[in-house]
């Protein structure tokens, strides 16, 4: 009798229900974890996705077959619906900024939330809020932030447009003196935005630079959405790679257009009826507005680089592919080395930036708590962690999110994967809120400054805060008799405090080594404040991932061991990215001269991530993602993911006609010209 045969495309069913039984994770218990603040949190955070799945509008197939304006159009569509389902559920402020989290396309109406209404609120004068609030809060006016221009991003101080302070008329005119002065990348400013804060050199009478402040400015008419005179506003057109196609990142040039006194947002600085300047309290003040976007980076990383790993993980596990397994079947992906090597630690880098996010967050309302009352104490502190934070989590996740797509193979690089879309909307997030080399020397700038106050003294205190705690170990009472060279044995690369003491007695050296290179005659080389920052930010990371684990308590045994692993394993991986620093200055020891000193922390990391992979699945599912939050044909819960993938394929457009209208246009010629000289030819 024939053998029966083998039905590959039913067995990728088979092994993601097998994966899912051979886990004995409570996976609620981790979900609950992962949204923070308890079940209620949670709850809520699955009633609102199933209200959202349900809406037809808001189905997400498709969406690679429209053209940009289509797409646009049809975001512009799922905003208003959004709104009238605020209205229905009396859903909050924040509940909205979750709704537009979980849709994921990028929209206009993202930029009002996260960058022109904090601002607004947060540095706007008692009268301006008076006025505007409501409307702002309401959305009865749509708002962006117009900082950058088409010569300037980062540096903000060289920023040319400029807002004349006018006393004859009590007005200040804000104007674009030249090209290069033309804002540009404004997210919302395209099409959408109604009003925009537009960051302009404050010139008084005299012609005093007083330097970059913010000014609130009417774009549009509130009556037909025509651009007001003396404004020019259009979109730059599309982004790499198809990203934020829904979104209208713009351009803007402004001749000599008037705006009232007021309209300059003066919580902190004024400008008096006279013309005369009120400092604010202290010259930073008005930044803490302008840490908003960066303090919610990190959690934001952490969910999308969970969305990539999720479909990754879910694909390799169902994927089966070469040399035959104990089963006589072809392996799992994931089962190979190669595979689990990468993408296991892409999960353990999602929970760490996730939970690191919400602590980073805690601590910057604290801050804003502080800077409300006129205390900036907190400030200097937030800015660096912000900065080192910023460029090590955006980082990651581009990287991250490319590795999970080549780890899926040549099904991959397809629309219908999933994770594409997701790098190329995540991708811009490396240039802005900073440009991530540019924000390196922030970071860079923050340590030597607290290097030399650190080493001021011998006699001084070895208590620093946070984000300079590392330099406790340059104090000579505190690094007497300490480790300071590591060996890769067991007990060091299962304990977080080693592995964290590790990472930031590499942070120490650096700094200690840049402060010497700055003022000799060769200078530091091109790479140091790359090099710097990231050690410096994950020194500080590292001390709170110990610190985090504490947190685990509220999980049950396996599940706050499997949540604990995950941790290990992004300290031990953070080590091994670190290792030519840590061999460079010599704070490994070598066993013998001609064995390998990181053998044992590379065994570490197979075996941390091997005693994963049984749980991989059911870390992933934690995540709370539904296929409608993915929108991947790999990455669909059953496993059935060639049925999914072909079902895609088959509402491909090119599809619907047999023969393309491309034939009569153009194949059929040179195929009848490529048949009449093959035939000259065979003649001859």
Not at 594 to 618: F, M, Q, W, Y
Request: aromatic letters at 8%; one cysteine or more.
């Amino acid at each position: 009798m024939a053998q029966a045969r083998h039905d590959a495309n039913a067995q990728t069913a088979l092994d993601m229900q097998r994966a899912r039984e051979t886990s004995k994770l409570d996976v609620e218990a981790i979900q609950v974890f992962l949204a923070g603040r308890g079940r209620k949190r949670w709850e809520h955070g699955k009633k609102l996705q199933d209200i959202l799945s349900r809406e037809p509008l808001f189905s997400k197939r498709g969406r690679e077959f429209l053209t940009r304006k289509e797409r646009y159009i049809h975001g512009t569509r799922i905003m208003k619906r959004a709104y009238e389902l605020q209205e229905e559920h009396g859903w909050s402020p924040a509940v909205m900024v979750d709704v537009f989290q979980k849709l994921y396309d990028p929209l206009p109406i993202n930029l009002h939330y996260v960058a022109f209404e904090p601002v607004f609120m947060s540095q706007g004068s008692e009268e301006l809020l008076k006025r505007y609030g409501t409307l702002v809060a309401t959305r009865g006016i749509i708002g962006c932030y117009l900082q950058t221009e088409l010569g300037h991003g980062t540096n903000v101080a060289s920023l040319e447009t400029t807002a004349t302070f006018l006393p004859d008329t009590d007005e200040f005119e804000i104007h674009s003196p030249s090209i290069t002065s033309t804002k540009w990348w404004i997210g919302a400013l395209g099409k959408t935005a109604t009003h925009g804060v537009v960051q302009a050199k404050l010139i008084l009478p005299g012609g005093r630079d007083m330097g970059p402040h913010l000014f609130f400015v009417q774009l549009r008419s509130l009556d037909d959405h025509r651009l007001l005179p003396g404004i020019d506003v259009g979109d730059i057109g599309p982004k790499a790679l198809g990203g934020n196609q829904a979104n209208d990142n713009g351009y803007a040039r402004f001749s000599r257009v008037r705006i009232p006194r007021f309209h300059m947002l003066s919580k902190f600085a004024q400008v008096t009826r006279e013309g005369e300047y009120v400092k604010p309290p202290h010259a930073k003040l008005s930044y803490g507005g302008m840490l908003t976007i960066r303090a919610n980076m990190v959690t934001g990383a952490g969910w999308t680089i969970a969305r990539g790993i999720t479909i990754a993980l879910r694909y390799t596990t169902v994927r089966r592919q070469g040399e035959l397994d104990e089963s006589g079947l072809e392996r799992q992906v994931l089962k190979y080395p190669s595979t689990y090597y990468r993408l296991i630690p892409i999960l353990a880098r999602s929970y760490v930036f996730i939970a690191l996010g919400r602590r980073v967050l805690q601590a910057f309302q604290e801050m804003s708590a502080q800077l409300a009352s006129g205390n900036t104490t907190l400030l200097p502190e937030m800015h660096a962690i912000t900065c080192g934070l910023k460029v090590l989590v955006t980082t990651a996740g581009i990287n991250d999110l490319e590795t999970a797509r080549r780890s899926m193979g040549g099904h991959g690089y397809s629309a219908f994967a999933g994770v594409g879309q997701i790098y190329a909307d995540y991708l811009p997030a490396a240039t802005y809120e900073g440009d991530n080399f540019v924000l390196d020397g922030q970071v860079v700038r923050a340590a030597l400054k607290s290097h030399k106050s650190a080493t001021a003294t011998s006699q001084g205190s070895t208590e620093r805060p946070p984000s300079s705690a590392y330099l406790r170990l340059l104090h000579p009472s505190a690094s007497k008799g300490a480790q300071s060279r590591f060996t890769f044995d067991r007990q060091t690369c299962s304990s977080p405090s080693q592995l964290a003491l590790l990472l930031e007695w590499r942070a120490a050296k650096m700094v200690a080594e840049l402060a010497s290179t700055v003022s000799s005659a060769e200078g530091p080389d091109a790479s140091a404040s790359q090099r710097v920052s990231r050690a410096v930010t994950e020194a500080f990371v590292a001390r709170q991932v110990e610190t985090m684990l504490g947190d685990l308590r509220v999980l049950p045994g396996g599940q706050a061991e499997a949540v604990r692993r995950l941790y290990i394993l992004y300290l031990l991986t953070t080590v091994e990215s670190a290792l030519a620093d840590l061999l460079s200055f010599d704070l490994v020891a070598f066993d013998s001269p001609s064995s390998d000193p990181a053998r044992g922390l590379r065994l570490a990391i197979k075996s941390t991530c091997a005693a994963v992979l049984p749980d991989a699945i059911a870390l992933t599912d934690a995540f709370g993602f539904s296929d409608w939050d993915l929108d991947s044909a790999l990455g669909v819960h059953d496993g059935w993911v060639y049925e999914a993938l072909l079902e895609r394929v088959r509402q491909e457009p090119m599809n619907a006609e047999e023969v393309t209208p491309g034939y009569e246009e153009s194949i059929k010629a040179m195929l009848e010209k490529g048949q009449r000289l093959a035939e000259t030819r065979a003649k001859l």
